[in-house]
């Protein structure tokens, strides 16, 4: 079974840039989580989806940060513009179900240096 | 609101037993987890304990909840160079679907 899928892997740009990172979870999975990782830290959660809609996105700063999964299986999160404190790994997760066993598996996650 | 806690450095000799510590404040927590990263990599989930279990044991690892206290602790028997990592506790509720994660535990096992 393939698992979560990211890219980029690795992505520097300077602040007030644009940036946007894709998603793609395991097959099947009707959940979709996008955590923020500093370094140092836990991840902590931005937006979570159940297929194409919005769960809990309270984390979330929606000023800069925006995240769509419009046909309920990839995700894009996208960042505009960009401040220097966002420079962190982004990673995706999915789950089957909202049952109450979560079981999230990671992606590998993007590394984003904001310059 | 919810915090866990953890400590941020365990150093261990290969072939001796971990133990890594948490500790939890939000007494609603259902589910425990315990997640592995190791580094430039996602997480991996090791193993995880419901709240109305005291002990679990998976091969080599054994999870131990003390609920009163809300503390939680994972225990690697026979610990090798391929378990160094950052460990990350993390709880869950049915109400509330995202987890909450711990900063990490970086183990760091010395041959």
């Known amino acids: 079974e393939a698992g979560v899928a990211q890219s980029p892997r690795y992505k520097i740009i300077e602040k007030r840039q644009s940036v946007a990172f894709w998603c793609n979870p395991i097959s099947g999975h009707a959940t979709l989580y996008w955590y923020q990782q500093i370094l140092g830290q836990g991840p902590k959660l931005l937006i979570q989806f159940q297929n194409n809609g919005v769960v809990d996105d309270s984390q979330l700063p929606k000023d800069r940060f925006s995240a769509e999964r419009l046909k309920g299986v990839d995700s894009t999160l996208k960042i505009q513009p960009a401040k220097l404190e966002d420079s962190a790994v982004y990673l995706c997760a999915s789950s089957l179900d909202q049952g109450a066993l979560q079981t999230q598996y990671f992606g590998p996650g993007t590394r984003l240096l904001v310059l | 609101g919810e915090d866990v806690e953890q400590s941020l450095f365990l150093s261990v000799r290969e072939g001796d037993s971990s133990v890594i510590n948490c500790t939890y404040t939000d007494s609603s927590s259902t589910y425990l987890y315990w997640y592995k990263q190791e580094p430039g990599a996602g997480l991996q989930l090791l193993t995880y304990?419901?709240?109305?279990?005291d002990m679990k044991q998976d091969q080599r690892l054994t999870v131990l909840l003390n609920k009163k206290d809300k503390h939680l602790s994972l225990r690697i028997a026979d610990t090798q160079t391929g378990d160094s990592a950052i460990y990350f506790c993390a709880e869950g509720h049915t109400g509330r679907r995202a987890l909450t994660f711990g900063s990490g535990t970086r183990l760091q096992v010395q041959p």
């Open positions: 304990i419901f709240s109305n279990m």
